[in-house]
């Protein structure tokens, strides 16, 4: 695995776009025609541990499905931003409300709605198959496809650099 070359102790919010990197790129329809999306438990349990832990953990999506905002609220989030037809907008809001820094936000997105952001945050990430724009773009490439454990991988990291990955809090859910 490789490692993120950044000071991973500045970090205090871990931001992610969902279609693409907390969910595959692939997302079946129902037959109502809403989509429906297939979600990483291990990413699950990392972003639940990164609240309990103190960092802000939030959600800048163009989805606007109410799964969406259960599943990631019932993890703990309290800043998920759907709809979002400009993310730089919901990412500036962010900022604004908790006085972050750039260098104090790492971003996780995969295509071009992303990467308004990903020029303005610290710490710009993708996962492994995300397009080339967004790939020159970033810090940090995953090895791991979206929806497949990339938000996994640079939580666990953030966590490590932050001595929080395995304390108490690590063993129950």
């Known amino acids: 695995m ?12 871990l931001v992610f776009d969902v279609d693409g990197v907390l969910s595959s790129e692939m997302i079946p329809l129902h037959p109502s025609g809403e989509p429906m999306r ?4 291990k990413d699950g349990y990392a972003l ?11 959600i800048i999506s163009g989805g606007k499905t109410d ?5 990631y609220q ?8 759907l709809g979002s037809s400009l993310k730089i907008k919901d990412y500036n809001d962010l900022k604004a409300k908790y006085n972050f820094s ?3 936000i790492l971003y996780m997105g995969d295509d071009i709605p ?3 952001v990903m020029r303005n945050c610290g710490l710009p990430c993708c ?11 970033s810090l940090y490439i995953s090895n791991k496809d979206g929806g497949h454990g990339c938000a996994r991988d640079v939580v666990e990291q953030v966590l490590k650099a932050q001595g929080t990955w395995m304390a108490d809090e690590a063993f129950g859910w």
Do not use: F, H
């Not at 309990?52 to 939030?58: F, S, T």
């Not at 996962?127 to 773009?137: H, M, N, R, S, T």
């Open 67 to 71: 799964a969406v905002r259960i599943r």
């Open 2 to 13: 490789s490692t993120i070359n950044y000071d991973l102790t500045k970090i205090k919010a």
């Open 74 to 81: 019932g993890l703990g989030s309290k800043d998920i931003y």
């Open 38 to 41: 297939m979600v990483n438990t």
């Open 127 to 137: 996962p492994k198959d995300a397009v080339p724009e967004v790939k020159d773009l």
């Open 48 to 58: 639940q541990l990164a609240v309990k832990q103190g960092l802000c953990v939030a």
């Open 114 to 116: 992303d990467l308004e």
């Open 102 to 104: 750039d260098e104090e």
